[in-house]
């Protein structure tokens, strides 16, 4: 077992190990039945939430720290690497389903997308509180964050955002898209968790208009990139 509280515990993509992370700073793995297949230790000492990549196998393994810290091991135990991600405690790391990105979630009031060199991609930035809850759409068109500021926003995977919800008394801790991508469920500290109907968000017709509103800006400025409309709609 681990010596300090366990704060975070995901299953891998097979269903057969079981991940957790500890305070004590680390990272042990284990079967269903229990049995202890390996741990891990890091270079930082609180260890804050994990998470398999989604590859059958589970074959990287994330980890975030209280300290501001990723790192990535193997499914084996073996160092992969490690980044400075933010300047206090990440509360949530997620893949995207392709494997590709890893978003961190802070109490520095942001969500940072990273590829697995630790290259920073995006920041998602507009809450005034701390970010518990995140998630990847299963189509990889959305990210969704939770924060302590009673809000959840919506964003495109290029980091536009599409929607702010609100709705709440108390703080939000925790959120899921669900398979099909119609609903986001959520949970608040006022004891009510809320099913949210995102079937019907028109990402592209946002995006759309928000390029269009862009190009007028673009032909007024000639400094500006003109490009960016062309990337934000891959």
Same mark, same amino acid.
Request: glycine share 12%; no cysteine; charged share 10%.
């Given at each position: 077992m681990h010596s300090s509280s366990i704060i975070s515990v995901t299953f891998s993509p097979n269903n057969n190990t079981i991940l957790s992370a500890s305070v004590?700073?680390?990272?042990k793995?284990?079967?269903r039945e229990g049995e202890l297949f390996n741990t891990v230790k890091g270079k930082f000492t609180k260890t804050s939430s994990v998470s398999f990549s989604p590859d059958v196998d589970g074959k990287i393994i994330a980890a975030g720290s209280l300290h501001g810290i990723v790192q990535l091991w193997n499914n084996d135990g073996n160092p992969l690497g490690n980044w400075d991600a933010h300047n206090t405690s990440i509360y949530? @790391? $997620?893949?995207s389903p392709n $494997?590709? @990105?890893i978003a961190t979630a802070s109490e520095d009031n942001t969500v940072k997308l990273w590829?697995?060199?630790g290259i920073p991609l995006k920041l998602l930035k507009g809450h005034t509180a701390g970010i518990w809850g995140l998630d990847f759409s299963p189509d990889e068109r959305m990210i969704a964050?939770?924060?302590h500021d009673g809000t959840v926003k919506i964003w495109s995977n290029q980091g536009v955002? @599409?929607?702010t919800t609100k709705g709440y008394l108390g703080i939000v801790n925790s959120l899921r898209f669900d398979p099909n991508r119609k609903i986001l469920a959520t949970a608040s500290s006022d004891k009510t968790a809320i099913l949210w109907n995102i079937e019907n968000l028109n990402l592209d017709?946002? @995006?759309a208009s928000g390029c269009n509103w862009l190009s007028n800006y673009l032909n007024n400025n000639r400094n500006a990139p003109t490009d960016i409309c062309d990337e934000i709609k891959k």
């Open positions: 004590d700073g680390t990272v793995l284990w079967g949530n @790391i $997620r893949f $494997r590709q @990105i590829n697995l060199h964050n939770a924060s955002l @599409i929607i017709g946002f @995006i």
